[in-house]
C-alpha cells in the first residue's frame, strides 16, 4: 500500500500496488485486507479497476479510500521511493543489504494475512534489463541475490543502512538507521532448466526431460517505476478534483479528519471516480 500525499491538507491518498502479472496473466485482481477485530476483509476489485504501466512494465495499482479504524496496514510514503539522487547519495549499489516482505504460500495464514521477511543483497544495478518471458519485453530491474518463489510477486523490497557504515559516509553511530526506502517491487525469479539423468548412467540424458531449478535470483523493478503509474494523467486528475473538494470543504470548516480516508474503496467508487477525471 502506498501513501501519495494531499497537497491542501497534509492527508495522503492510498493506492494498493502489485505485479501487474498478478492481475492480468494471475487474474488476482481482489485485495485481501487484515482488520483491527482480528479477521480478515476483501476488497472486490475487478480487472479494470486496475491501471497498468501503459509501456507494459510489471506494475499496477489501483485506489483505495480505506479506514485505519477497520483495517490494519502500514502505507509506504511515496517520499521514501529510492530514486537515482538518493542512489548517488548514499552510494547504494552491489552488496548492499535488502529485505522483501510478502506472501509465503505454503504458510501464509489462514485467519489472517502473515507475511513473512526474506533477506538478500543486490547483484545487479538497474544496467541490464531482463526479458520478461510472459510479454517478452526488456523489464528495467535490479538483480537481487534473494530466494523469490511464486507468490511473492509484487512485494515490496527494502533498503535500510546503519550510519555508522563507512562506504557510505554516515555519520551517527553504527545504532543509527537512514531509511528504510524502498528500492521496488519484486516481479520475478531467474530460472534454469536442466536435463533429467537416467538413474545409474549420469551422462546420459532422459530425452525430452527437463527439469526446472530456482536459481535464487530475484528481478526487482525500481520504484520510479511505480511512481510512473501513479502519475499518470488519469490518477493525477482525480486526486487534483478530490483536492479541490477538499479544500472547498476545509475553506467552510466542515472538512473532518476522516475527509477522503474513511469510506471502503469498491469496484464501483473506483469506476465512477476515474471516470469522473
Known sequence: MVAVPSMPS???WLYIV????????????VVRLNTIAGD???LPFQQD???????????AVVPVLTSSDKYRFRAIDTSLFLTLKIISEVKFGHGDDVFMVGRFVT????????PTARFGTVAMMTGEPITHQTRGIKQESYLIEMHSIPG?????VFLMFLKGTPRHGFEGTASDTYGPFLVG????????????????DKDSQVEDYMVKSNLGMAGVLPSWKIREVLDLDKLKKQREKLNQSLAKAMAKGSASSDVGSTDQFTEESSDEALKGS
Open 40 to 42: 480478515v476483509d476483501v
Open 49 to 59: 479497476n486496475w491501471l497498468h504501466h501503459p509501456d507494459g512494465d510489471d506494475v
Open 10 to 12: 497534509g492527508r495522503h
Open 152 to 156: 511473492y510477486s509484487g512485494s515490496p
Open 18 to 29: 502489485t505485479a501487474s502479472h498478478v492481475v492480468k496473466e494471475g487474474n488476482s485482481p
Open 107 to 114: 504458510h501464509e495464514g489462514g485467519q489472517q494475512n502473515l
Open 185 to 200: 517491487l519484486d516481479w520475478c525469479h531467474l530460472n534454469k532448466y536442466e536435463p533429467v539423468v537416467y538413474k545409474h
